[in-house]
């Protein structure tokens, strides 16, 4: 990086610490016109931009971080909740798909994932996706097991019945299970106790 480059850079991230977002913006844009910017200047800025309420115009600069580096994972990651918040669920999927390939291990990217296959009705991705995501949060992870079983359930698969048992045995996630039990029910969910599991 040259060093009019490197100087922008150290002083955009000392705006940036200081939380001047007016200022971190402008150096931004200035360094991202330099010809050897790096992908982090445009994720930076795309940061700042939101932090400065403008959010529409975040999505370019992610865009151009990815593009300036296809392996930037947090570029990607933030990117797809970008166009989450902008109501873009396929190309949030895109996305968080392109964080977890880079990334396996991100078990925010596999959360979203499985959420996103959830609201689409791709029970089969959902399934798999909070498969990964017990895998790496753990097998008491909640949010993961009623996502399993919700999809499970959406599936017709047997083994929904043993998770449905083991749910039910924690006070703790019976209001979450009813809740799964009964939006994936049509209309044919028992309020019998030994019919849920308990």
């Known amino acids: 990086m040259a060093s009019t480059a490197r100087s922008l850079a150290v002083r955009a991230g000392e705006a ?82 392109a964080t977890a390939r880079l990334e396996p291990g991100a078990e925010d990217a596999r959360r979203n994932l499985a959420r996103i296959a959830e609201r689409m009705g791709d029970f089969e991705a959902s399934l798999a996706a909070w498969r990964v995501v017990e895998r790496l949060a753990g097998a008491d992870d909640g949010e993961a097991a009623l996502g399993t079983l919700r999809a499970l359930l959406e599936l017709r698969r047997p083994e929904a019945a043993a998770l449905k048992a083991r749910l039910w045995e924690s006070p703790a996630t019976r209001p979450s299970l009813l809740k799964v039990l009964t939006r994936t029910s049509a209309g044919s969910l028992s309020l019998d106790p030994e019919r849920l599991g308990g």
């Open 16 to 97: 940036i610490a200081a939380a001047d977002w007016q200022r971190a913006e402008s150096l931004l844009r200035r360094l991202v016109r330099t010809p050897d910017a790096p992908a982090q200047a445009a994720y930076n800025l795309a940061l700042v931009l939101i932090e400065r309420a403008k959010v529409a115009q975040a999505g370019a600069w992610f865009a151009k971080a990815v593009k300036r580096d296809p392996d930037y994972a947090a570029a990607w990651f933030e990117y797809g909740r970008w166009y989450l918040a902008r109501g873009d669920p396929a190309k949030a999927r895109d996305a968080f798909a």
